[in-house]
């Protein structure tokens, strides 16, 4: 088995900055995604990237970078936090690109003050 | 390109009772198609996923889904719930070509009577 490890749990910023969320996997996947999580809205896709030099965006990339310094770990930087922006980041990896499992991370919960 | 729609955002249901969790989803070809589960505080774990073959699939803890492909539905299914299973389910799709990126629905949140 693996585990996906997002640091920090809880981030809370201010309106303007610019703040990273980190994600290690050690499942030894090539594909890892970072995800929204709105309440009831579901899970919107941010970015992804297919392999180890690989970066795609997703469908809610404006406003976000990322970064896949190697193969296991996977960075997400908010550019400008929003005053009063709540939400939750979801890392996951995947075996490969397609259809398959995906393993998540327990999250990181941002607030904007 | 796909999409998922999970109508109901919450369901109450009592301990012991049956359950269906509904999903219809949206897309022209042959899907696949996945239940994850998320506890509170965690993330997404897979509950259940379809690829081919027989359309009802077993998952873990006692669910199963059906895949109906006239009425392009795969609803999740258990027999007796327990108070663990106090939980949001997201029901998700994607083409079964493997090269596109799996769509989740919006989710539906559980909660269970004792």
């Known amino acids: 088995g693996g585990i996906i490890t997002q640091t920090p749990k809880f981030l809370i910023g201010q309106e303007g900055q610019k703040l990273t969320l980190k994600c290690q996997q050690n499942?030894?996947?090539?594909?890892m995604y970072w995800y929204r999580q709105d309440s009831g809205k579901g899970l919107r896709l941010i970015y992804y990237?297919?392999?180890?030099?690989?970066?795609q965006k997703g469908d809610l990339s404006e406003g976000y970078d990322a970064s896949r310094e190697k193969k296991s770990s996977f960075s997400l930087t908010v550019t400008s936090a929003q005053k009063n922006e709540m939400a939750v980041f979801l890392c996951?990896?995947?075996?490969?690109?397609?259809?398959?499992?995906?393993?998540f991370g327990a999250g990181t919960r941002l607030s904007v003050l | 390109a796909q999409s998922v729609t999970q109508p109901d955002a919450r369901v109450t249901v009592s301990e012991g009772a049956s359950l269906q969790l509904r999903c219809k989803y949206s897309?022209?070809?042959?899907?696949?198609l996945f239940w994850y589960v998320q506890y509170p505080r965690q993330g997404l774990q897979l509950l259940l996923k379809?690829?081919?073959?027989?359309?009802v699939v077993q998952g873990v803890n006692g669910f199963e889904a059906e895949f109906i492909k006239s009425n392009s539905s795969f609803h999740l299914r258990k027999a007796s719930v327990h108070w663990s299973d106090s939980a949001v389910y997201f029901c998700?799709?994607?083409?079964?070509?493997?090269?596109?990126?799996?769509?989740f629905g919006a989710g539906t949140k559980l909660t269970i009577k004792p």
């Open positions: 379809y690829y081919s073959g027989d359309p």
């Open positions: 499942f030894n996947h090539d594909t």
């Open positions: 998700a799709v994607s083409p079964n070509y493997g090269n596109e990126k799996i769509t």
């Open positions: 990237s297919i392999t180890e030099n690989d970066l």
């Open positions: 897309y022209s070809g042959t899907p696949y």
């Open positions: 996951a990896s995947s075996k490969d690109w397609g259809a398959n499992t995906l393993y």
